[in-house]
């Protein structure tokens, strides 16, 4: 039976995914981690503080409960990551480092650590983005998860660790919020449109970008690390693709909804950054070696959240 530790878990992602991998491995066996303490349905199972960067902690808790598996969520993201360049770095590293070297030393089934589409960069093919392509990230959490998936490569190659990663695109869900990310308007949008009814947009209108709905991203998690480890050929990390859009084509959506609703645009820093990334990827590497397929495209989605989060506001 596998036991598995999640860090980072009272995030946007870590929140559902530990709640996805308790249904599926069990309540008791899936230990939730985070410098905060948990709210709702993820307080109803096993938790401790953790702080990340603390690789003594990681491993007393690792050994406490007989660990076989990490999932390591916490990170500083790209816009977050720009106001303290040497701490988003710090983190970001030094974290992966300890998850790696736990893995290593005690001998862990697997791991989960996510990449990102941040790790491309101005000079990448922008349309299509390729599996291996020209990487030239210029934010630091870009950087660090570059510099993450050669270090992944590196102990699967070197000391046969098992690690498996995804570059997630933007992760779009209402049940946690994001914090720190360029893609956070795409989830601050439908708060917005339902509260206000009008919505302020950080990028310009055409600014457009790989996405993901949340279950899709959760959906592709669990069965990559479910994959036969024959299968698995990227061992730095995986293009996945589901959706792309421009805060245009989003309003647009929302509006066949809620048609009252508005939007304005005043890009601000997080311009840049969205500027240096693809407008969408391919991901037909995952799609044929473990058989990666999203199940939601933006009219799916959009009303999805606009249902679930009508009901979470009490509307
Ligand atoms: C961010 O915007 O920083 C993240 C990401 C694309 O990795 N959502």
């Not at 899936?30 to 410098?35: G, K, N, Q, S, Y």
């Not at 690792?62 to 701490?87: C, M, R, W």
């Not at 590497?285 to 679930?308: C, P, Q, V, Y």
Request: charged share 25%; with cysteine; glycine share 6%.
């Amino acid at each position: 039976m596998s036991k598995i530790l999640v860090t980072g878990a009272c995030g946007q992602l870590g929140s559902e995914l530990t709640i996805a991998l308790r249904t599926k491995h069990g309540n008791d066996n899936v230990l939730a981690t985070d410098v905060r303490n948990p709210s709702g349905q993820l307080a109803e199972g096993p938790f401790e503080i953790l702080n990340v960067m603390d690789r003594d902690k990681l491993f007393e808790l690792a050994n406490k409960y007989q660990i076989t598996q990490v999932y390591h969520l916490a990170a500083i993201l790209s816009a977050k990551g720009e106001s303290d360049p040497k701490f988003a770095w710090q983190l970001n590293m030094e974290s992966l480092i300890h998850v790696l070297d736990l893995a290593k030393d005690n001998k862990l089934e697997k791991i989960y650590w996510p990449s990102s589409i941040a790790v491309f960069g101005p000079s990448t093919p922008r349309i299509n983005t390729p599996q291996d392509t020209v990487m030239d990230p210029n934010t630091v959490y870009g950087i660090s998860k570059l510099a993450g998936e050669r270090w992944c490569e590196y102990y699967f190659q070197k000391y046969g660790v098992d690690v498996r990663s995804l570059r997630y695109p933007g992760l779009i869900g209402y049940k946690a919020k994001p914090g720190g990310g360029t893609t956070d308007y795409a989830v601050d949008i439908f708060y917005k449109a339902l509260e206000e009814g009008s919505f302020e947009c950080f990028l310009s209108e055409n600014t457009a970008l790989p996405m993901m709905y949340i279950d899709d991203a959760i959906k592709a998690t669990i069965d990559l690390m479910e994959a036969d480890i024959e299968t698995i050929k990227v061992r730095s990390s995986y293009n996945i693709a589901a959706i792309s859009f421009t805060p245009k084509e989003i309003a647009n959506e929302i509006k066949k909804l809620i048609p009252e609703f508005n939007i304005s645009y005043k890009p601000d820093f997080r311009q840049q950054i969205a500027d240096s990334w693809p407008d969408s990827i391919d991901d037909k590497k995952a799609r044929h070696d473990w058989g990666w397929n999203h199940d939601f495209d933006l009219s799916k989605m959009t009303n999805e959240i606009l249902e679930g989060l009508r009901k979470q506001l009490g509307l």
